[in-house]
């Protein structure tokens, strides 16, 4: 389960029992810090937390602060400075050595469009999107307010404050485009503001070829992920719900409807079924697709005796492509592993390199920033400083 389906939860436990709660959201990072731009954190009238924003450091003082939000019935933002060594204040200490900026906001049960719904939105119809969030404006009080959203999503549908949507779509369409959160400052209709241009993306897609046992710790460790998980196999005995009550999906598949199957081509696919015939009839289908991770367990031999089979009808050229690219085999990384379980690991490790595009190594042999994502202030020609 994601940390935002944590939070959904969380919050319509809270709207039941009608108990007033806060966000509290990350909305600007200067320096490091345990948590991006886009971490949140629901905060009940009487302390209950769901979510972080911090490694724990900041909790306990953004508590106090969103309940004081939910008595003042006002938005907040907080300024950590996580920098000082002298300030003992919020057991920091040296901390992380960064700012972090925290918007606290009462939230309104009644409300369509209020930051937890319009995150449901998203969850609810999972495609790429951009949620602006205006976290600073000027000091005149016109139209813009501090809390004021929209969400965009790829397909251009629109939720929030509509008199936003104008001037942040186009910065909205580039950060999806180049899938970068960014800082905006902007004027708009409504006045100058500052605001986080946050990616959504949806949950990894991940498909199982094999519902053997060993694919039940792999399922398990990637469900905990949030990967929305299907398993597919020929063997009505394994391949059954039951045995993978955290899948989205089992499907009972033989190999003459597997080689007719049309695969998830923005999905990333294990092929696990220790079946010879299965996993070329998989590899019929995916190879020619557009998927971005074709993963094979077995030996490097068994992978070069499958692209070598004559229903493949791979060129040296495109044989030697896909072991370069987007066939690994063997799978995983190179962790030692030897149990079902750490063998999981080192494929859910693999998958999430090759996602976040990343050579794995050490953090500490690292010489670049670990979080290269990290959201950039972007000024356009007219912005004026806020």
Known sequence: MTELQRLLLAYDRHRAAARPCALATVVEVLGSAYRRPGARMLVTEDGELTGAISGGCLEGDARQRARQAIFRGQPALVTYDTRDEDDPRHGLGPGCQGVVRILLEPLDFAAADNPVELLRGFAQHPEPAVLATIFETDSSGLKAAVGQRVLLSASGALRGTPLLAAPLAEAAQTALVESKSQILEIETDAGPVRALLEVLTPPLRLVVYGAGNDAQPLVHLAASLGWHITVLDGRPNLATAARFPEAVEVRILPVRELEMLAPDADAYHVLLS??????????????PSAAPYIGLLGPRAKAGRLLNEDELNLS????????????????GLSLGGETPEEIALAIVAEIQAVKNKRQPQHLRDTTVAIHTDSPQVSLQPTAEAV
């Open 316 to 331: 040296e050229a495109e044989i030697l492509d896909a072991l370069q690219n987007r066939l690994h085999s063997p799978i």
């Open 274 to 287: 220790h079946n010879y015939a299965y996993d070329l009839a998989a590899l019929q289908t995916l190879l």
